[in-house]
């Protein structure tokens, strides 16, 4: 069955972002809401959306929009209509019904519901109607979250849902998981009891709401907003919905009953309007003061806000044992709350799933944990866990473990999905080396190296892993969110602030040696980036000689914004691109002044589309909607390039002064209108030496070492500035740019 036309009714949060993906996805769809004006505005909200639910802005108007009485027309030619309105049965019947009496034959329906059973739901319909029913469970965003739930009912056509399935995998690039129809499915029914337990015990426990982000976070394999900060970006009035719901829904005996018990503080919270990030604040708040803002925490136990104090448990990696070893409240809440969710996800095995696999992948694609609750078991150790673990009666997945003590259990991964992902790949591999920052796998007759640590930011020890992976065709990927946020600021700053400048000019050279390896091996080397993809993390990649990457991309040179210029090969490249464009031929200053204000500003793609036109992308490159067929596109690259000629050497011929005067007089245009500051004025004189080719004239040959040099000489210059250092503690403390 073939999918061409989509219907989506409902034009909220989900519905427009189920639209918005559709047709990222290139698929005709329509968008229905009450009135026109209310799904009009819904396609203004997409257009305007950050981060983008567009790959490509400019396709805004291919999402048709229209109201459910003047146009349920478009229903009669749609393949899949999908159901996104409010979250009442009452509203969704009444839909249902309208949508079965124009639906042509076998088109299929499906619902977003996050909390009604299918067989509510589907109460109403024929058994014929029935048998093209089913859940379609996305999650918010939609373009950026992984996971989609599928839920079936007994009357399906099995052949259908799975065609379905292929297509939302395919097209869609989701990870598609078919579950059964029990409250919250996988993904919700896990991750929102791991929230109310990390919630619970920090009441408990008395920890402030930043040291329990900080344990139920990075350590944990956990994003960084931890529990607090999530209820604040997910809307602390939503989530007492989502568990309301559950309160009707599950049992009494349910575990997650106990945690689901109203909380006066949350109570209190929502009904002064402090729902979250969309409101007034929530456990999290910004605090305006004259031109500052402040952000403030709130205190669990009196609900009194105060300045947020940053909590450092100097713990780099996901890193289970070390944080649940600790002799201290840290280590006992980081237990408490990871055995709970160990004993109560297993105890919905075979309840809600028999693969439990399922769950875990459902957390990492749905919630984006680096592991799920029975890898997290895995990694502490069978026997290390029950010999630590308080009774578990009743729960037949840990009794029979308990048992076998296997500590072999886990079997493999990612079973959902019939693409052979990196993840299935990898425990077949053999792990030649591993440092703290990347390890190198060798799979059948090639290399992957995946970087390991907080937001993929790369070091002396990354680049060694690289440079050692070139002596097979090698792959650069991985399975965290980030391909690579850049280099790594604070192992950089480490050595400024002893002054001890030769190690990292030491660094630099070493990164630019690399990416000179990867550029000119003798085998293929190819980059499979998603997520962020910036400074060092582009020059990597950009330094690669094939690039499949995903649609969702966060490419760019952001190196000026923290007082330095690209100094792994990243202005090269960049002039090396744009000197082959039609425009340089006719003009040999286009290129340089071209590549001076897209590196200046530090511009960023979020998308391939939005990258070509900046050559972070080329034509070339492949763009891949599912990030699980990265792997086997990339394998499939070297595959195709067994006869694959290694690189030969490029040359520049820039003017030197005359065009560095031209870049001069931008900055003095843009310094005189305040844009830029003193230090900008020193950051983008130096991006303009590099780029004029320094001392140079248009006769000159100048070789890849001659441009290489002069960015390390720049790099050197401005890391050694004081103003550039403020500039990268800003940066690092605080996430954002500092303008000085
Ligand atoms: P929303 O409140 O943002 O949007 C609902 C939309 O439905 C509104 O635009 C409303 O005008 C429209 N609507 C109401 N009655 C209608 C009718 N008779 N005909 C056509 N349109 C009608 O809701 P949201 O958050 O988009 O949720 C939609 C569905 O998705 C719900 O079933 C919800 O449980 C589910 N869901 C929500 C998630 C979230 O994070 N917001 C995540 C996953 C599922």
């Known amino acids: 069955m073939e999918i061409k036309k989509v219907v989506v009714i409902g034009s909220g949060t989900m519905g427009s972002g189920i639209a918005a993906h559709l047709c990222n996805a290139d698929v005709p769809v329509t968008l229905l809401d009450l009135t026109t004006d209310i799904s009009t505005k819904a396609r203004d909200r997409i257009h305007k959306s950050r981060p983008p639910l567009l790959i490509d802005k400019s396709k805004i108007n291919n999402i048709k929009v229209g109201n459910i009485n003047d146009n349920f027309d478009t229903v009669k030619e749609a393949d899949w209509i999908v159901e996104a309105v409010v979250e009442r049965i009452d509203i969704k019947h009444q839909i249902y019904k309208k949508i079965f009496n124009n639906r042509k034959d076998g088109a299929i329906v499906s619902s977003n519901t996050s909390s009604i059973p299918i067989k509510i739901l589907s109460e109403n319909m024929t058994d014929e109607q029935k048998k093209d029913f089913c859940i379609t469970h996305f999650f918010n965003p939609v373009r950026y979250m992984g996971l989609l739930e599928i839920v079936k009912n007994e009357n399906n056509d099995l052949k259908k849902i799975n065609s379905l399935k292929v297509f939302c995998e395919n097209e869609l690039g989701k990870g598609a998981i078919v579950c059964n129809d029990t409250p919250g499915f996988l993904g919700n029914r896990v991750g929102v009891y791991a929230m109310q337990v990390a919630m619970t015990e920090a009441f408990k426990m008395k920890l402030t709401i930043e040291e329990a982000d900080a344990v139920f976070g990075r350590p944990m394999g956990i994003p960084k907003t931890g529990v607090f900060g999530l209820y604040d970006l997910i809307g602390i009035d939503l989530m007492a919905d989502v568990l309301k719901s559950f309160v009707k829904e599950l049992p009494e005996k349910d575990k997650f009953q106990q945690v689901a018990k109203e909380i006066p503080l949350v109570k209190k919270l929502i009904d002064s309007g402090y729902t979250g990030r969309k409101g007034k604040g929530g456990f999290y708040r910004m605090k305006k003061l004259e031109n500052q803002k402040i952000l403030e925490a709130i205190n669990l136990q009196t609900g009194e806000y105060s300045e947020s104090k940053k909590i450092d448990l100097k713990i780099d990696t996901v890193d289970l044992n070390t944080i649940i070893n600790r002799k201290d409240k840290y280590g006992e809440y980081a237990w408490s709350v990871i055995s709970q969710i160990i004993k109560y ?43 630590r673990v308080d009774e578990f009666k009743g729960n037949k997945f840990l009794e029979e473990l308990s048992v076998k003590k296997d500590e072999n259990f886990y079997g493999e991964r990612q079973i959902y999905t019939e693409i052979e992902t990196l993840g299935k790949m990898k425990p077949k591999a053999l792990s030649l080396e591993k440092n703290k920052s990347a390890e190198i796998y060798r799979f059948k007759d090639f290399n992957i190296v995946e970087f390991t640590t907080k937001a993929c930011a790369l070091d002396y020890d990354s680049m060694d892993s690289l440079k050692k992976a070139t ?48 550029k000119y091996s003798k085998f293929p080397v190819v980059s499979a980036p998603s997520g962020l993809t910036l400074g060092g993390g582009f020059e990597v990649m950009v330094q690669s000689n094939f690039v499949t990457s995903h649609t969702n991309i966060v490419v760019g040179l952001v190196e000026t914004m923290v007082g330095l210029v690209p100094a792994g090969g990243g202005c090269k490249e960049m002039l090396w691109r744009w000197s082959k464009s039609e425009e340089s031929k006719k003009d040999l200053d286009f290129a340089p002044l071209k590549v001076f204000e897209i590196i200046g500003y530090g511009k960023t793609a979020s998308s391939p589309v939005e990258a070509e036109p900046l050559k972070y992308l080329l034509p070339a490159d492949k763009k891949i909607m599912n990030r699980n067929s990265l792997f086997p596109e990339a394998k499939k690259v070297i595959d195709e390039n067994k006869n694959f000629k290694p690189n030969t050497e490029c040359t520049f011929k820039l003017s030197g002064k005359s065009v560095r005067e031209k870049m001069f007089k931008t900055l003095e245009k843009l310094y005189n209108d305040k844009i830029i500051l003193d230090h900008g004025m020193t950051v983008g004189k130096e991006l303009a030496n590099v780029l004029s080719g320094g001392d140079t004239n248009s006769e000159k040959i100048l070789t890849e070492d001659d441009i290489y040099k002069l960015e390390l000489d720049s790099f050197m210059r401005l890391i050694e500035n004081k103003k550039t250092q403020d500039r990268i503690k800003h940066t690092l403390s605080t996430g954002k740019p500092l303008v000085n």
């Open 471 to 518: 002596d097979k065709p090698l792959i650069i990927i991985n399975e965290s969110m980030q391909f690579s946020a850049g280099v790594n600021l604070s192992y950089t700053m480490d050595f400024a602030e002893k002054g001890d400048y030769k190690s990292i000019e030491k660094f630099i050279k070493y990164f630019q040696d690399t990416c000179k390896q990867l």
């Open 345 to 387: 996800a297993s105890s919905l095995v075979p309840g809600i799933t028999n693969k439990f696999n399922d769950i875990d992948e459902a957390m990492r694609l749905g919630f984006n944990w680096a592991m799920g609750p029975f890898e997290m078991l895995k990694s502490i150790g069978v026997k290390n866990f029950f010999n």
